[in-house]
């Protein structure tokens, strides 16, 4: 992906994330996304309706990688059924791990595919997507 | 010499400001240590051939310098340990473990590291004893008018950090510890960020605990030193059991245990760490610590005149007399700023600094913190300010 492309992806996902705030109504599932090996910390709620992933909200604070990350991850999961979602976290992480992805569902995503050069940021990458991960492979197991 | 010339690390083209973490080692402390593997490698207090009896001679003497560098009345006062988190849990399990009985009060504040905290929220689960926190003033300091009036008489100590590694504010200790002890509270002082940077004298402060750490005095990682005054360090249980601090025991489990400080040592020691420590000693009383402090201070008040000067900077502690600077680039999350800056290789701290209630105070969670020693220069400041004057492309570098 272009260098300024991928910059303003990042950029305006950061300074403008999508579903940002939390909401205090039922039927969410929460889930916590602690970095333990810095300082990120963000909050998630996920409402899931006849398996199809109908919300997804986020709060906390962490740095612009790690936040716009999830504003685009959450635009990518949005009205994706949980196995589908899975398949797109999947491909998300393969391409952070530098292993082989898919990188036409990625859409966005895509903007993190050169976050591999700098080792020290793929957690910031990945904590939403692998948080959001567990969630729903628990969500499978539960349902 | 130029003293930074001593220091190996600062000829690595880098700028240092999280000396609050750890600091570098002169050549001096290096060159201690490795004479230790590489000429007399032996275990302390056992054998009786040559190596050994050094090895002893080198530890005792590393202890006889420290307590030299706080003033202590004796070296049996000195207990070498891994550093003042070891400490300060020593402290709390092993003496105010045995003492603290339910509704008693334990008086910390909220600017406390993560070390001078947990360690009293497992004691109250077990002893039921409770924690109030000291208000801290529009600075975040402490005032002798607020610990008196946060202490009661179920009160039974007050514990401190002498310098807070966020804020940076010196707490008034002598004052405190003179109240205190007219009450029969008594006082534990985490001396992590002061004993490196000033002149700390546990005599004629008159505290009755102090731990700190070896890497953030130009020392070796991995050890500290708890001092105690001698009754009260008498009277605790020892945190470890093991070799070295027994006399004797037999079968039936009856164990006499040795005189202060080996009973509160068991094990084999960090003999380099400890001989390093004391050369870390030495190395500060040779450039004196209050000249060290001196320094620093001036040193802070150009850093903090020079970031005022900026308005893209917020800094949340102006005031404090330590060289401790908390600041944030505004509108930006601190490990942002801390990665730009990075890129231009200046190391800052980025985060809550192990003060994870202090947001409570400042209301901001995170932020940048500078951590200045003798070592920083007025030139190393004027490439930061000029750095984060030009942070408007922040996001095209760390993107």
Same mark, same amino acid.
């Given at each position: 992906?272009?260098?300024?492309?991928?910059?303003?992806?990042?950029?305006?996902?950061?300074?403008?994330?999508?579903?940002?705030? @939390?909401?205090?109504?039922?039927? *969410?599932?929460?889930?916590?996304?602690?970095?333990?090996?810095?300082?990120?910390?963000?909050?998630?709620?996920?409402?899931?309706?006849?398996?199809?992933?109908?919300?997804?909200?986020?709060?906390?604070?962490?740095?612009?990688?790690?936040?716009?990350?999830? $504003?685009?991850?959450?635009?990518?999961?949005?009205?994706?059924?949980?196995?589908?979602?899975?398949?797109?976290?999947?491909?998300?992480?393969?391409?952070?791990?530098?292993?082989?992805?898919?990188?036409?569902?990625?859409? #966005?995503?895509?903007? +993190?595919?050169?976050?591999?050069?700098?080792?020290?940021?793929?957690?910031?990458?990945?904590?939403?997507?692998?948080?959001?991960?567990?969630?729903?492979?628990?969500?499978?197991?539960?349902? | 010499?130029?003293?930074?010339?001593?220091?190996?690390?600062?000829?690595?083209?880098?700028? +240092?400001?999280?000396?609050?973490?750890?600091?570098?080692?002169?050549?001096?402390?290096?060159?201690?240590?490795?004479?230790?593997?590489?000429?007399?490698?032996?275990?302390?207090?056992?054998?009786?051939?040559?190596?050994?009896?050094?090895?002893?001679?080198?530890?005792?003497?590393?202890?006889?310098?420290?307590?030299?560098?706080?003033?202590?009345?004796?070296?049996?006062?000195?207990?070498?340990?891994?550093?003042?988190?070891?400490?300060?849990?020593?402290?709390?399990?092993?003496?105010?473990?045995?003492?603290?009985?339910?509704?008693?009060?334990? @008086?910390?504040?909220?600017?406390?590291?993560?070390?001078?905290?947990?360690?009293?929220?497992? @004691?109250?689960?077990?002893?039921?004893?409770?924690?109030?926190?000291?208000?801290?003033? #529009?600075? +975040?300091?402490?005032?002798?008018?607020?610990?008196?009036?946060?202490?009661?008489?179920?009160?039974?100590?007050?514990?401190?950090?002498?310098?807070?590694?966020?804020?940076?504010?010196?707490?008034?200790?002598?004052?405190?510890?003179?109240?205190?002890?007219?009450?029969?509270? @008594?006082?534990?002082?985490?001396?992590?960020?002061?004993?490196?940077?000033?002149?700390?004298?546990?005599?004629?402060?008159?505290?009755?605990?102090?731990?700190?750490?070896?890497?953030?005095?130009?020392?070796?990682?991995?050890?500290?030193?708890?001092?105690?005054?001698?009754?009260?360090?008498?009277?605790?249980?020892? +945190?470890?059991?093991?070799?070295?601090?027994?006399?004797?025991?037999?079968?039936?489990?009856?164990?006499?245990?040795?005189?202060?400080?080996?009973?509160?040592?068991?094990?084999?020691?960090?003999?380099?760490?400890?001989?390093?420590?004391?050369?870390?000693?030495?190395?500060?009383?040779?450039?004196?610590?209050?000249?060290?402090? #001196?320094?620093?201070?001036?040193?802070?008040?150009?850093?903090?005149?020079?970031?005022?000067?900026?308005?893209?900077?917020?800094?949340?502690?102006?005031?404090?007399?330590?060289?401790?600077?908390?600041?944030?680039?505004?509108?930006?999350? $601190?490990?942002?700023?801390?990665?730009?800056?990075?890129? *231009?290789?200046?190391?800052?701290?980025?985060?809550?600094?192990?003060?994870?209630?202090?947001?409570?105070?400042?209301?901001?969670?995170?932020?940048?913190?500078?951590?200045?020693?003798?070592?920083?220069?007025?030139?190393?400041?004027?490439?930061?300010?000029?750095?984060?004057?030009?942070?408007?492309?922040?996001?095209?570098?760390?993107?």
């Amino acid at each position: 992906m272009d260098a300024n492309l991928r910059r303003s992806i990042i950029l305006d996902n950061y300074q403008n994330p999508i579903n940002r705030g @939390l909401i205090d109504e039922e039927g *969410y599932i929460k889930v916590n996304a602690n970095n333990e090996s810095c300082i990120d910390e963000l909050n998630f709620i996920i409402k899931i309706k006849d398996n199809i992933i109908e919300d997804i909200r986020f709060d906390g604070e962490a740095c612009a990688i790690a936040t716009s990350a999830a $504003s685009v991850m959450i635009k990518a999961l949005i009205h994706k059924n949980v196995d589908e979602a899975l398949n797109i976290i999947n491909n998300y992480e393969n391409m952070i791990n530098e292993k082989n992805y898919d990188s036409k569902i990625l859409g #966005e995503a895509n903007a +993190y595919d050169e976050i591999y050069k700098q080792p020290n940021r793929k957690k910031c990458a990945l904590l939403s997507w692998s948080n959001l991960k567990n969630a729903l492979e628990q969500f499978k197991k539960n349902n | 010499m130029n003293i930074r010339e001593e220091f190996p690390m600062l000829s690595k083209n880098i700028i +240092y400001f999280d000396n609050g973490a750890t600091t570098f080692k002169p050549q001096m402390v290096i060159d201690e240590i490795c004479d230790y593997y590489k000429n007399y490698s032996a275990n302390a207090h056992r054998g009786d051939y040559n190596i050994s009896l050094k090895t002893d001679m080198m530890y005792e003497n590393a202890r006889k310098k420290i307590k030299d560098l706080i003033n202590a009345s004796s070296a049996e006062e000195i207990i070498f340990t891994s550093g003042a988190t070891e400490g300060l849990n020593m402290v709390v399990e092993g003496f105010f473990g045995k003492i603290l009985k339910e509704n008693d009060e334990i @008086l910390l504040t909220k600017s406390e590291h993560a070390s001078n905290i947990l360690p009293w929220f497992r @004691l109250c689960k077990k002893n039921k004893c409770k924690i109030k926190y000291i208000d801290l003033d #529009e600075n +975040y300091k402490v005032t002798l008018d607020n610990v008196q009036k946060a202490v009661s008489s179920n009160t039974k100590v007050i514990s401190l950090a002498h310098i807070t590694n966020v804020v940076g504010d010196i707490r008034p200790i002598k004052e405190i510890v003179e109240y205190a002890h007219s009450l029969g509270i @008594l006082v534990v002082v985490d001396g992590a960020q002061s004993v490196p940077h000033m002149k700390v004298d546990v005599q004629d402060l008159d505290c009755d605990f102090l731990a700190f750490s070896g890497h953030k005095m130009c020392g070796p990682t991995g050890i500290g030193v708890l001092y105690g005054k001698f009754d009260l360090l008498d009277s605790m249980e020892p +945190y470890n059991l093991g070799g070295g601090m027994n006399l004797s025991f037999s079968s039936t489990g009856e164990v006499e245990y040795k005189s202060l400080p080996q009973r509160l040592e068991a094990g084999t020691p960090n003999i380099a760490g400890a001989i390093g420590m004391g050369a870390a000693a030495d190395y500060l009383k040779i450039l004196d610590l209050d000249k060290i402090h #001196e320094y620093e201070v001036k040193l802070r008040e150009y850093l903090v005149m020079k970031l005022k000067a900026l308005d893209n900077i917020e800094v949340y502690n102006e005031s404090s007399e330590s060289g401790i600077v908390a600041f944030n680039i505004k509108n930006i999350f $601190s490990q942002d700023t801390a990665i730009y800056l990075n890129d *231009y290789n200046i190391c800052v701290r980025a985060g809550s600094h192990c003060a994870k209630i202090l947001k409570d105070e400042l209301e901001i969670k995170n932020t940048c913190r500078i951590s200045l020693y003798f070592y920083n220069t007025k030139e190393e400041i004027d490439k930061l300010i000029s750095v984060l004057k030009n942070s408007d492309t922040l996001f095209n570098q760390i993107l």
